[in-house]
T-cell receptor, first 110, second 114 residues
Framework: GENVEQHPSTLSVQEGDSAVIKCTYSDSASNYFPWYKQELGKRPQLIIDIRSNVGEKKDQRIAVTLNKTAKHFSLHITETQPEDSAVYFCVAAGNTPLVFGKGTRLSVIA | ETGVTQTPRHLVMGMTNKKSLKCEQHLGHNAMYWYKQSAKKPLELMFVYNFKEQTENNSVPSRFSPECPNSSHLFLHLHTLQPEDSALYLC?????????????FGDGTRLSIL
């Protein structure tokens, strides 16, 4: 089955700096890669997703990249703000429902 | 967003109790999911229902019993739970079980087993 590895587990950045979270997946059949943000005590919420026929996608300060050959995908947040502080999960899906990474706790220091 | 509603939000129960968690979605979706979220662990998929039929059971102990009477409602019946079952239980829904379907989550039920 699919296995998703996510790094780092914790990340602290200064407000205004960029943050990058990286993930790898194992199943070459996976073709859908959403990212979820979970603020403390709240539900996971979809913030951006990418499909395997696309290499990069951007939405304002958030961008995702996908390297199908290497089975890597990454989340990039630019100009970070305190409200970006949360746990971020990368996910891979294909023949199976969503398989989540272990999460990255991002802290943006004002 | 209140598309997926879970009740209760918090539940404390003893190991010999029987209780049920409820999930309701108002998004017109056909697939519903139960996840367990423990501290320092990724979200663990427990059960998947597609058009009211259970399509996946990820080796979940029989003390957890799901029920899906229709595409809008999902229950998780609990009995004889163990302390290690204390966790946040999240319900989610998607258009159907197919690949490439974003899932919408509820706020979860925080379960504590005494």
């Amino acid at each position: 089955g699919e296995n998703v590895e996510q790094h780092p587990s914790t990340l602290s950045v200064q407000e205004g700096d960029s943050a990058v979270i990286k993930c790898t997946y194992s199943d070459s059949a996976s073709n859908y890669f959403p990212w979820y943000k979970q603020e403390l005590g709240k539900r996971p919420q979809l913030i951006i997703d990418i499909r395997s026929n696309v290499g990069e996608k951007k939405d304002q300060r958030i961008a995702v990249t996908l390297n199908k050959t290497a089975k890597h995908f990454s989340l990039h947040i630019t100009e970070t703000q305190p409200e970006d502080s949360a746990v971020y999960f990368c996910v891979a899906a294909g023949n199976t429902p969503l398989v989540f990474g272990k999460g990255t706790r991002l802290s943006v220091i004002a | 967003e209140t598309g997926v509603t879970q009740t209760p939000r918090h539940l404390v129960m003893g190991m010999t109790n029987k209780k049920s968690l409820k999930c309701e979605q108002h998004l017109g979706h056909n697939a519903m999911y139960w996840y367990k979220q423990s501290a320092k662990k990724p979200l663990e998929l427990m059960f998947v229902y597609n058009f009211k039929e259970q399509t996946e059971n990820n080796s979940v102990p029989s003390r957890f019993s799901p029920e899906c009477p229709n595409s809008s409602h999902l229950f998780l019946h609990l009995h004889t739970l163990q302390p290690e079952d204390s966790a946040l239980y999240l319900c989610a829904s998607s258009q159907d079980r197919g690949s490439g379907q974003p899932q919408h989550f509820g706020d979860g039920t925080r379960l504590s087993i005494l």
